[in-house]
Structures are given as C-alpha cells and as structure tokens.
C-alpha cells in the first residue's frame, strides 16, 4: 500500500510545446487523456506562433477541461517549455513532444518515477521511432544505448524531471537548438544521474522522413560532437 500511495500522491504536468501543430494536436491531447488514472495531471499546451494557430486548433471539448491549459509563448522550444513550466502546477514535470506517444505502460512507470523522485530526481525513456522500417530498429537501439552511456537523453524521449530541481537549474537554456542537451548537463552539474526508464515513448518519424534518414541521422551526431567541442548553439542552428 505504500508504493501505491507514494504513486498516487505526486502530481505530474505535462508541458507540450508547439509550433504549427494544428493537424497533430487534437491526437495527442487524445492519447493522453485516454490514459489511465488522469486525476492529478495537467497538460499545458504551449505555443510559440504569434497567432497561436495550434492553441485555435484546439477541440472545444478539451478547451473547457480544466485539466487542458493553453498558454501562448515566444517561439523556442527551450523557451516554451520554460513558459509552460510556468504555469505548472506538478511535483514531477514531462516534457512531451507533439509528435510523441505514451502508452499505458510508460505512464505507469512515470507515475512509479513520480512515487520515487525524491530518489531519482529525474529521467527519460528509451526512443521507439513509429515506422516499420529496419533501419529504424537500428536507430533505436543506438539512441538507447548513447543515452543510457551519456546521461543526456533527447527530448523526444519524453524528457521528467521534479519541480524543484528544474527550478534549482533555472530550467531549459534559451537555446535555438540542444535545449534538451543543455538541460541534462546542467543537471548532472549538480549531482544527479538522470534514469533511463526501461520502456519506450514512440516518436514520429517525419523528421528522418522528410529530411532523409542518413541526413538526418549524421547531422545529429556532428552537431552533438560540435556542441561538446564547444561551438555555440546559436552558431549551429545555421546549419540545422
């Protein structure tokens, strides 16, 4: 019964930042809320548009949630997130991308995490890519293991963290690009080791699609190898 308590007793918020998101949004609001045991979640939409076509979007029905709040935001993923955080109420914080799903598995075990944050502070989850392509298999299992060597998950695997140490680190860097990256590092900084959950969140693959999988892929990699030789993030999102 502890455990179970310990489950139950800690609150979480989901910040999903979002920029042209309109065709996306309604689903994943859907996919959330279809979860189980919802009671003491928040979602916060955030939106980086100046018009906040994403927020407009909305379905009716999930504006008058009380549980489904909308902010508007300078545009900026790092940025969005830190706005939506804002505006959470949550002990525990998960970013979530968009194009990113959660099954019942994985927020089974981000509440467990939420139970136990005093001890694991905070994490992410192993990455599955939604296509049925091979190479994809491939891809997963090397992000797996970069992130469970590095410590430094990306963000479209749905990035946790507690409330207070995503306070005591001034949350994401205003970065244009490796937010999530800058995020983690200052968290190691202080001492904590963040987990990687043994289940994955499933990420779209239009990303790799659109921009070609081997593209998409290296570019990646030399941008993480350029970062850490110190190359600025506002210099790299020249060529992102």
Known sequence: MEGKESMTSCTISVIIPVYREEERINTALDSLLNLPDMRETEIIVSDGHPQATTIAAIKE??????KVVAVRSEKGR???MNTGAGHAKGELL????????M???AWKLLRAACGRSAELGCGAFDLKIDSTKTVFRIIEKVASLRSRMTRL???????F???DWFDRVSGYPD???????????????????????RHAVKTSARRWESQGIIYTTVCNWILLLLFFAGVPPYRLARFY
């Open 61 to 66: 029905r999930y504006r008058n949630l009380e």
């Open 78 to 80: 790092g940025v969005q």
């Open 94 to 101: 998960l970013f979530l991308h968009a194009d990113t799903v």
């Open 103 to 105: 099954d019942d598995v």
């Open 153 to 159: 998950p990306y963000g479209d695997q749905g990035i």
């Open 161 to 163: 963290i507690k409330r």
């Open 175 to 197: 970065w244009p690009l490796m937010e999530d990256v800058g995020l983690m590092r200052k968290i190691r900084q202080n001492h904590v080791r963040p987990v990687i959950l």
